[in-house]
């Protein structure tokens, strides 16, 4: 019991920092100055105080820290509001079900799909359909569309190859867990296969590109099929790092135009 106790404030504390720092950057985007400090005092305020009444002062304090922690890292570090933000995603679903819905940490896993079951056959499923489903069937969609001039085909290739090794890695280790676990494991049975595919493609609409925004809900929809298929995240987690690290190999290291 009281390894779950420090589990939860671990997953409030880390989703507190994270959640409000991805929060106060869009609230000093949109407001002036001065508006934009007085919401954020009083989002923070209210936040803090609840952390406060359930876990106690010290709780409070690494809540604090944790923002502190996160606000210097968003304004320091390259690409670090991508970064909080895939954390965000990650640690989100594990608050809700943890902390606001009280499950344990196995009913929370077992929700998400996370299962060690047949753990090699669905791994070597997500690779199969990736190989001979995902790959040909976005190929293709993404041809035709640059074909029938909806978009060219250097758009997403610039946006990769600028980034650095670091941001590279990360799309093909860190993004697929954080991703899978938001919109198929955590969205996916709230709200349906081709909502939480939409959300999805519109959350990769950033680099601004037809035929990534299809080529994304594309990829959503065979990952869901996935995970209601194999009733494991493993699938999709597993095709989801396949697809973005050949990108990144294509585009990246390669620097290879589709």
Same mark, same amino acid.
């Given at each position: 019991m009281q390894k779950e106790r420090v589990l939860r404030l671990l997953i409030l504390i880390l989703s507190f920092g994270s959640l409000s720092t991805i929060a106060s950057l869009i609230i000093i985007a949109n407001l002036p100055p001065v508006v934009s400090v007085a919401t954020i005092f009083i989002f923070l305020t209210s936040l803090i105080a609840g952390i406060t009444k359930? $876990?106690?002062?010290?709780?409070?304090?690494?809540?604090?820290?944790? +923002?502190?922690?996160?606000?210097?890292?968003?304004?320091?570090?390259? $690409?670090? !509001?991508?970064?909080?933000l895939s954390f965000?995603?990650?640690? %989100?679903?594990?608050?809700? #079900?943890? =902390?606001?819905?009280?499950?344990?940490?196995?009913? !929370?896993? #077992?929700?998400f799909g996370i299962k060690r079951d047949k753990l090699w056959w669905n791994v070597a499923f997500g690779l199969l359909a990736?190989?001979?489903?995902? +790959?040909?069937?976005?190929?293709? =969609?993404?041809?035709?569309?640059? $074909?029938?001039?909806?978009?060219?085909?250097d758009v997403v290739a610039d946006v990769i190859k600028s980034l650095p090794l670091y941001m590279a890695i990360f799309t093909f280790t860190f993004t697929p867990f954080a991703e899978e676990? %938001?919109?198929?494991? %955590?969205?996916?049975?709230r709200i349906g296969i081709v909502l939480s595919s939409l959300l999805f493609a519109?959350?990769?609409?950033? +680099?601004?590109?037809?035929? =990534?925004?299809?080529?994304a809900f594309t990829a959503g929809l065979a990952f869901a099929v996935m995970k209601r298929r194999s009733g494991s995240l493993v699938p999709a987690i597993t095709a989801h790092a396949l697809f973005n690290f050949v990108t990144v190999l294509i585009f990246y290291v390669v620097g290879a135009n589709l």
């Amino acid at each position: 019991m009281q390894k779950e106790r420090v589990l939860r404030l671990l997953i409030l504390i880390l989703s507190f920092g994270s959640l409000s720092t991805i929060a106060s950057l869009i609230i000093i985007a949109n407001l002036p100055p001065v508006v934009s400090v007085a919401t954020i005092f009083i989002f923070l305020t209210s936040l803090i105080a609840g952390i406060t009444k359930r $876990y106690g002062k010290i709780a409070c304090l690494w809540a604090a820290l944790s +923002y502190l922690l996160f606000v210097v890292f968003a304004t320091h570090v390259a $690409y670090a !509001t991508s970064i909080i933000l895939s954390f965000s995603l990650l640690v %989100f679903p594990f608050f809700w #079900n943890m =902390e606001v819905k009280r499950a344990s940490l196995g009913k !929370t896993l #077992n929700s998400f799909g996370i299962k060690r079951d047949k753990l090699w056959w669905n791994v070597a499923f997500g690779l199969l359909a990736t190989a001979f489903i995902l +790959y040909p069937l976005t190929g293709l =969609e993404k041809v035709t569309i640059v $074909y029938l001039g909806f978009d060219t085909p250097d758009v997403v290739a610039d946006v990769i190859k600028s980034l650095p090794l670091y941001m590279a890695i990360f799309t093909f280790t860190f993004t697929p867990f954080a991703e899978e676990i %938001f919109f198929r494991g %955590f969205l996916l049975d709230r709200i349906g296969i081709v909502l939480s595919s939409l959300l999805f493609a519109m959350a990769h609409f950033t +680099y601004g590109s037809v035929a =990534e925004f299809a080529v994304a809900f594309t990829a959503g929809l065979a990952f869901a099929v996935m995970k209601r298929r194999s009733g494991s995240l493993v699938p999709a987690i597993t095709a989801h790092a396949l697809f973005n690290f050949v990108t990144v190999l294509i585009f990246y290291v390669v620097g290879a135009n589709l």
